[in-house]
């Protein structure tokens, strides 16, 4: 048997107080958002960072 869950399931789970108490616990804790965007936006931001930084320009 075979079942798929749905990332809006696994959203729902992550912010139930319960297993925020584990991730807590296990000293993890939810990335804020839990969509493609929210995943990729910060790291797209710290890549033209450094790229910036690379090319000599203060960055604030």
């Known amino acids: 048997?075979?079942?798929?869950?749905s990332s809006g399931q696994i959203a729902k789970l992550t912010w139930d107080l319960s297993t925020l108490d584990r991730l807590v616990a296990l000293?993890?804790?939810p990335l804020p958002s839990?969509?493609?965007?929210?995943?990729?936006?910060?790291?797209?931001a710290e890549i033209d960072r450094?790229?910036?930084?690379?090319?000599g320009a203060e960055i604030e």
């Open 34 to 44: 839990s969509t493609p965007d929210g995943f990729t936006n910060p790291i797209k």
């Open 50 to 55: 450094a790229i910036l930084k690379n090319f």
């Open 27 to 29: 000293s993890r804790e």
């Open 1 to 5: 048997m075979t079942s798929s869950i």
